[in-house]
């Protein structure tokens, strides 16, 4: 069984599209995230939600808007998509400082 | 934004021989994590360090916690293909609400 799933694996869009990504936990862990991958595999945070509420916004643009429906689920809308939003976006939860379980990214290819 | 120094950014190593990298910051830590990514996959963690000069294994992986809590290192132990990925150094700090400060990884080739 999956721990923490994305879909989809592969999304390729033109600029000015807009799309979602989804993620879903079955690990009942409390707080999921969102990180973003570039091209030179550096990781960094980019929302967090504990319990369905944000608890960091590190300064993303507000094209992208992460939505929590319920605490096993975390997505992620993008707006107006630019060439600098290609990148691997990966999903992640945790309950213990650290712990945290990554899904296996989403590449996101903006043409 | 604050970023830990990790290195070496990659090694080219022959089956069998160890391996070590590290990571250090100006910053102090409270938390210390090594983490595997395989290609198309997402990062997988390999050990936890809580406390300051803390020791833990993990089978062929040994990490520790520096003294200072500003640096952690990783060493891996006569080494096997299966090894190969890009390994991050990740720190967490006190009331940061579960945010990760990764490293910038070492991508780890090993020839049979």
């Known amino acids: 069984d999956t721990a923490v799933s994305q879909t989809p694996k592969y999304l390729v869009t033109q600029m000015g599209n807009d799309k979602s990504i989804k993620c879903e936990q079955n690990?009942?862990?409390?707080?999921m995230y969102w990180y973003k991958q570039d091209s030179k595999k550096f990781l960094k945070i980019m929302f967090s939600?504990?319990?369905?509420?944000?608890?960091i916004n590190e300064t993303v643009p507000n094209r992208f808007s992460p939505k929590s429906p319920d605490k096993a689920h975390l997505n992620l809308h993008i707006n107006s998509l630019e060439l600098g939003d290609s990148a691997v976006y990966f999903c992640?939860?945790?309950?213990?400082?650290?712990?945290?379980?990554f899904g296996d990214g989403t590449r996101l290819t903006v043409t | 934004g604050q970023q830990l120094n990790q290195s070496p950014q990659s090694m080219f190593i022959q089956e069998g021989e160890d391996v070590s990298m590290n990571c250090t910051s100006s910053?102090?830590?409270?938390?210390w994590l090594w983490y595997k990514q395989d290609p198309g996959e997402g990062p997988v963690l390999l050990i936890a360090?809580?406390?300051?000069?803390e020791l833990t294994s993990n089978g062929r992986l040994t990490a520790q916690f520096g003294i200072t809590r500003k640096d952690s290192f990783l060493n891996i132990s006569a080494s096997i293909p299966s090894d190969v990925g890009i390994y991050f150094c990740?720190?967490?700090?006190?009331?940061?609400?579960?945010?990760?400060?990764f490293g910038q990884g070492t991508e780890l080739s090993v020839k049979p």
């Open positions: 992640a939860s945790s309950q213990v400082i650290g712990w945290k379980h």
């Open positions: 690990l009942g862990h409390d707080t």
């Open positions: 939600y504990n319990n369905k509420e944000l608890i």
């Open positions: 910053s102090i830590f409270n938390t």
């Open positions: 360090l809580y406390k300051a000069g």
């Open positions: 990740a720190g967490h700090q006190v009331n940061q609400g579960g945010k990760l400060i």
